[in-house]
């Protein structure tokens, strides 16, 4: 908590992990993708997809420090990449088949076992929660 009794806790821990991360894969290229707050292309597109109600379950004491890891993240040089209606998982697709593509390994780092599909002979895929 800061003096104002802002919540850090999970901020300062998804920043420490990143370096973690980052060290371990000696990675020399980085980009975190978040959601947005707006309602996904596919999400307008099927009602059934992902529910609302899944996203309004986060604490808001979580919910209230993306903004401070985001600015933390930026200021520590990181590209971070947010795209309104378009799910992080969209954009982590892309970027990973793209930078395939022109030749790099890819390490996604995610606790979504769905970007499994995406693993290829040079990319692979890494809990965030034992990376």
């Not at 998804?14 to 980052?22: A, K, L, N, S, T």
């Not at 992902?50 to 979580?62: G, N, V």
């Amino acid at each position: 908590m800061t003096r104002n009794d802002q919540a850090i806790g999970a901020a300062v821990r998804f920043v420490q992990r990143v370096r973690e991360i980052v060290h371990a894969k000696q990675a020399n290229r980085l980009a975190i993708m978040f959601d947005t707050p707006q309602t996904s292309q596919r999400q307008l597109a099927n009602d059934m997809y992902k529910p609302a109600h899944r996203k309004r379950t986060m604490a808001q004491h979580l919910r209230s420090q993306f903004p401070i890891t985001i600015d933390t993240l930026k200021a520590l040089g990181i590209a971070v990449i947010q795209v309104p209606t378009v799910e992080a998982d969209d954009l982590i697709a892309s970027y990973a088949k793209a930078c395939v593509a022109d030749g790099f390994d890819v390490v996604i780092v995610t606790n979504d076992t769905d970007m499994y599909q995406l693993v290829q002979t040079s990319s692979c895929l890494t809990r965030l929660t034992t990376a």
